[in-house]
């Protein structure tokens, strides 16, 4: 977090399976003893969709704890709650509720929950605190820091362990202490706050909604990258072994297919935390009462951190009871929001897109060309990043790059080499050659695209889009928009040049954009 994968594998994704993401638990189950952390507090059993309210009374402060709700129990919302008040949760000041998803599935998706305030909340409130035992981190699955930090460094990112944990500990079914919030990550199927999945999950049909976007290609390269964690998951199997005697089954590449450790990767992408100022055993977490039950957006300031034996949420901002509760997403633009979490943040200030500009390596001054830009910050192959507003800047940081690419006479390339800062010579015949280039590059971007900017604005209001069609027509018209105003900043550049009509210099070398 795809083509991503032939049309037999892609309707393996979108098949029967595809909704038990940690995959189906073994018919030969293997029994140990797992003894369950013992309750911090003494709690009063509470409604199914309600979680540790904090307007409990002092007569239920006394009251015995709540024996946990079995794994029979078809309620997950009974089982889950349940679940984490017997193991420790201390009192909060949230609820779980529910909020429907679109039919996709003939009318067997179950709504999602999210985490909403139990009470009236006001900035500085501790929402939640969940204990670290509770929490899943590679010192949890490793039992070694420097297990943790070999394999991490070397093949195997920390949610490929993370995910293989899961998906072995989904094996023992009933009989494992996580059996309640697997069940709960399987319901939200990695599917984030517009109930879509990310698009490593999307059917290659699904993925031409992406066509023009970066992030089908995005796309593309990450479902390789998640195919060779897989073939390296024997490897944890045999570093770690003394995690895996627990699991008296075959080894990893063996024991789940590729695509079933696909969709248990994305879930783990989809609800991951990234936790500060701890080691690096337990940077990345698995939080209940965390995604993708919180809300993610980029413009919120609270986020999950790490405090002492716990990890604890303090809101930035007041809530009314029932209001779901929102957390940092960090800053990420909206492709990686899609890629990760499956939805699009309108008004995410760190939303951007990339051009990226490569010195010619064929131009006989290509070394020469190549000390100037690392002299004035730039590489040889630089991305420029376009942020909505700031189109004109970034034209603006991109025009004394794209000079040096149209300098031909070696004693002009001299003199810039023996002068300080940017001195490329600036004419209305070479800067002309360097507006139309960009010019060209921009038309030629927003031509990719199956849909105009109009097109898709009439879609959006229409209303009728199917989610992951909404979602992926959203991103794309929020790049279109970028590119636009990056298009009418060139032509404004234009313009304001001393002769419009002035004939462009001729560029052997100019540099590439793509």
Known sequence: MASVSPAAAAAAVSGPHHSRLLLPSSPRRFPRYRPRPRARLRLAACHADTLLSSSSSPSEARAPPAPAVGPSAESATDCFV???????????????????????????????????????????DVAFEVPMSL??????VLGDESVAELLTNNKLSELACLALYLMYEK???KDSFWY????????HRGRGQLAVESPLLWTES??????????????????????????ELDTLWFMAGSLFQQYPFDIPTEAFPFEIFKQAFVAVQSCVVHLQKVSLARRFALVPLGPPLLTYKSNCKAMLTADGNSVRLVVDRPYKAGEPVIVWCGPQTNSRLVLNYGFVDEDNPFDRISIEASLNTEDPQYQEKRMVAQRNGKLAIQNFNLFVGKEKQTVAEMLPYLRLGYISDPDEMQFILSSEGDTCPVSPCTERAVLDQLVGYLESRLAGYPTTLDQDEAMLADGSLEPKKEVATRLVRLEKKMLHACLQAANEFINDLPDHTVSPCPAPYAPELK
Request: net charge negative.
């Open 82 to 124: 349940d679940w984490l008040r017997a193991s420790g949760l201390p009192g909060g000041k949230v609820d779980i509720r529910e909020r429907p998803v679109p039919c996709l599935r003939e009318g067997k998706d179950l709504p999602l929950r999210y985490v909403a305030a139990g009470d009236d909340l006001q900035a500085g």
């Open 135 to 140: 929490v899943v981190t590679l010192e949890r």
């Open 171 to 173: 094996k023992q079914g």
């Open 180 to 187: 309640p919030y697997i069940k709960e990550l399987d319901r």
């Open 206 to 231: 699904e993925l031409d909604y992406l066509n023009g976007s970066p992030l089908k290609d995005e796309v593309i390269a990450r479902d390789e990258a998640i195919r060779r964690e897989y073939n």
